[in-house]
């Protein structure tokens, strides 16, 4: 049920989707059972089946949000915009939602490299020292209401939110903006994981490729006893954003010992070990919450130098609050208007490249006034070098900096035909690009083959925040309305 005016309302294609018949397998039955081990959730040792109907790669919150919308089918939410002024389900219903263990009899697979649920999601966060999101509580990946997180905490008596109450009241934003902390997240997942009855549809394995076959597709795994086939009527790619390194230009004329030496913020989320090593003088690249927050790990050791190529920018979120204000939807219905080039520059905009929330900035701040940190804007490194002993970094300010170890927080690269994963696809079945994006139909597929994308590499349909919460709500949405047999798409 959806109280005017908190609906966003769907098409009609998307809020009526006939369900496949292997979708309509989702039924209730006993209430809900202690969480099991988190680091058992997955099929570690039972073989990879040989058929699948739907093989979801990547088990970190989009691969969730699209598990949850794939069980709940029909029950799920239809509009996908959070609420911020009231809630869009009763408490009541979503209380009852959280009692229903739903048994499904879908033939689903979830394959993660890292063999967990949200585990490259948990080593970010542990490894950066995050106590809590910067998205808040509405931002989940739950299908069933926006409520969810907030009414689960409330049963278990679980308060770990930060509620932040500065946020500038004007027009466009009036908050409330509630951050669940890390582990209430991990928690709440853990407890999706379960009451959606997906532990056993995890494997350990890495995707490797992509090829159509007949009318699915077969995928090659790889696993810690070899490569195995998997054919899936439908594949849903839900990697995430930390796979792939964007580094600076100057990375590409570094020397082997060099390139030993170096390292991206994301090397250190799955190998905190490596983080033990990083000691003495340290030069950190980029404006973002990556880089802000290794500052806050690492002071203790040392002096940091941290480098901007532009300003210090400084926002709750990483879009534009009005994002999520009283102007979502017109900024939504903008967007879903506009043609694909208009739709990259509306991203570019509202992203507006790294920023750090306020309460990191104040962190920053009195890391600066201690003397720990040196933040340098409009600074960029041209050359760097490493001898041995450390890094001899040439800047474009003509000045030379000396450090012991260098990180580069440099964000995701996103560039589809150059991706192992997908660029056999795009030489076999190509699609328009656009910035290293695919345009993909408005469901998130590829084209007519039965592949479908999620988080950012599906911007250019999902918006600003496709790679956030809310984008996995939504993309899981499109990607179920295809699955489910609506107008146009082919399922068989
Ligand atoms: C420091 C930091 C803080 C953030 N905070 C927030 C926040 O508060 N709120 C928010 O909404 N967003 C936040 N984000 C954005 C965040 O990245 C996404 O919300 C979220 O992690 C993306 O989910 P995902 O499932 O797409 O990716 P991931 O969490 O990265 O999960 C993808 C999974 O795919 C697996 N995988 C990758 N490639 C393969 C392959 N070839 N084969 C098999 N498995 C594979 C990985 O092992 C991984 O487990 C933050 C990001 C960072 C870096």
Sequence with gaps: MCFPPLCDAL??????????????????????????????????????PDFVDVLIIGAGPHGLAMG????????????????????????????????????????????????????????????????????????????????????????????????????????????????????????FCKALVKLNRLEDHLWHAHAETLRPSGSGVTVTLKTATGTKAVHAKHVVVARGPTWRRQWPAFYNNLEASGLGEIHHAWDLFDQPEKMEHLKGRGVIIGGGLTSAHLCNQLAGRGHIDLLLRRDRRVKQYDLALDWMGYKRWDHRREFEQASIEQRARINKRARDGGSISPELNSVLTDLEAKGQVSVHEWLEVETACYHGAGWTLVLSSGEVMEADYLICATGALVDVATDPLLAGLQEAHPLKMKNGLPVLTENLQWGRLPVYLMGNLAALHLGPDAVNMTGAARGALRIWSALSGCEGCEVS
Excluded: C
Aim: aromatic share 10%; hydrophobic share 40%; no cysteine.
């Design 11 to 48: 098409p009609m294609t998307w809020a009526f989707a006939r369900r496949a018949p292997w979708l309509q397998a989702a039924r209730i039955s006993s209430p809900l059972a202690s969480a099991a081990a988190w680091e058992s959730m997955s099929k570690k040792n039972k073989p990879l």
């Design 68 to 187: 949850s919308r794939l069980v709940l089918g029909n029950e799920a939410m239809d509009d996908v915009i959070p609420p911020i002024e009231s809630y869009v389900r009763r408490p009541r219903d979503v209380r009852a939602h959280l009692q229903k263990l739903r048994s499904h009899g879908l033939n689903l697979a979830f394959v993660d490299e890292g063999g967990t649920w949200m585990g490259r999601w948990k080593n970010q966060f542990a490894a950066l020292g995050i106590s809590h999101l910067r998205s808040h509580e509405m931002m989940h990946p739950d299908a069933f209401d926006h409520s969810t997180l907030s009414v689960w905490a409330q049963s278990k008596k679980r308060n770990d939110f930060l509620f932040l109450e500065d946020l500038p009241k004007n027009k466009a934003y009036h908050g409330p903006f509630v951050l669940p902390s890390h582990k209430l997240m991990l928690d």
